[in-house]
């Protein structure tokens, strides 16, 4: 059993992972700001710290005593930070290094980072991309990816801080928030909840590595229950769907037709993304994944809808 704690716990992923943490016989901390006043993991033995991930102070407590950290936080997704560069780096890129420091001060074992599987592999044209793929990132996004796990590998070498850079594809599900703008099928179920018109980025042609993240989760506990042996996994389905597909998948399980408004595509998004997941599997075995098709029914269920 390992003293965990989850940066982010209120988030998507990471109060899925902390229920997961937590049904694993793990002892957990739920690190967020908790600031909508509810909690989105189920688990009733999590110790709950409220604090600011900007305030230094707030993140030394959090971390000490801890056995593994997760680092599944962020101020700003892919769309802020293509809107404001200067604010991923002033908040979410200076103060991952300071969450670094800071754990590497404590006698953390390891942190897992929650990294990218897509923007931080930039516009190449390689059919799949591997972790040993060229890291050329283009969106400030991406590139503020890439600076943490240069910084994770300065404290390794530095400090001795072990630590897995996660990069994951694009994970779906239920509790997704669909305010942050980011994740096209959460987003799109939940504008057919409203009665709201589907939004399309680009002509459909763009091509993303979909993983719902129940499997998701599944990859990253056999992670923390097996030590790691490579600094960098890809976790996503090792599949690609264009938006066009995704949108048909959504049809066939909502039961019927919507309006699809487009808008352009920004010049710095990725045409053509999907991982080779083979170090994973070769390492941790292969999953019975969800279809993609699948994952959307569960996602439309779990949201209290049927066709």
């Known amino acids: 059993m390992a003293r965990c704690l989850v940066i982010g716990a209120n988030g998507f992923l990471g109060s899925r992972l902390t229920d997961a943490l937590v049904e694993a016989g793990h002892e957990v901390t739920g690190f967020d700001r908790f600031s909508r006043g509810t909690r989105s993991f189920?688990?009733?033995?999590?110790?709950?710290?409220?604090?600011?991930?900007?305030?230094?102070?707030?993140?030394?407590?959090?971390?000490?005593?801890?056995?593994?950290?997760?680092?599944?936080?962020?101020?700003?997704?892919?769309?802020?930070?293509?809107?404001?560069?200067?604010?991923?780096?002033?908040?979410?890129?200076?103060?991952?290094?300071?969450?670094?420091?800071?754990?590497?001060?404590?006698?953390?074992?390891?942190?897992?980072?929650?990294?990218?599987g897509g923007a931080i592999y930039g516009p190449q044209t390689l059919p799949v991309f591997s972790e040993t793929a060229p890291l050329a990132p283009l969106s400030p996004y991406?590139?503020?990816?890439?600076?943490?796990?240069?910084?994770?590998?300065?404290?390794?070498?530095?400090?001795?801080?072990a630590s897995v850079s996660l990069r994951i594809s694009n994970p779906y599900g239920a509790n997704a928030n669909p305010s942050k703008r980011q994740g096209i099928i959460p987003i799109t179920l939940n504008r057919i909840q409203r009665g709201e018109p589907v939004v399309q980025v680009g002509d459909g042609s763009m091509v993303r590595d979909y993983i719902h993240v129940d499997d998701l989760?599944?990859?990253?506990?056999?992670?923390?229950?097996?030590?790691?042996?490579?600094?960098?996994?890809?976790?996503?389905?090792?599949r690609g769907h264009s938006v066009r597909e995704v949108l048909a998948a959504v049809r066939h399980v909502v039961g019927r037709d919507f309006p699809v408004h487009v808008v352009p595509k920004p010049a710095t998004f990725v045409?053509?993304?999907?991982?080779?997941?083979?170090?994973?599997?070769?390492?941790?075995?292969?999953?019975?994944?969800?279809?993609?098709?699948?994952?959307?029914?569960?996602?439309?269920?779990?949201?209290?809808?049927?066709a």
Not at 89 to 115: D, H, K, P
Not at 230 to 238: F, K, M, P, W
């Open 142 to 161: 991406g590139i503020g990816k890439l600076v943490v796990e240069r910084y994770l590998d300065y404290y390794a070498a530095t400090e001795g801080l």
């Open 217 to 238: 989760v599944r990859r990253i506990l056999r992670m923390v229950e097996t030590e790691p042996r490579e600094r960098a996994y890809n976790l996503g389905s090792g």
């Open 42 to 116: 189920a688990s009733s033995s999590v110790t709950i710290v409220a604090g600011d991930f900007l305030s230094t102070s707030d993140l030394a407590a959090a971390v000490d005593g801890h056995d593994v950290v997760f680092h599944f936080l962020s101020t700003t997704t892919p769309a802020t930070a293509d809107g404001d560069p200067t604010l991923d780096l002033r908040t979410n890129v200076s103060q991952s290094v300071e969450l670094l420091a800071l754990c590497a001060r404590a006698g953390v074992g390891r942190v897992f980072y929650a990294s990218s």
């Open 271 to 306: 045409d053509h993304v999907v991982l080779d997941v083979g170090r994973f599997v070769d390492e941790f075995g292969d999953d019975h994944d969800l279809s993609l098709t699948e994952g959307v029914a569960r996602t439309w269920a779990q949201m209290g809808m049927t």
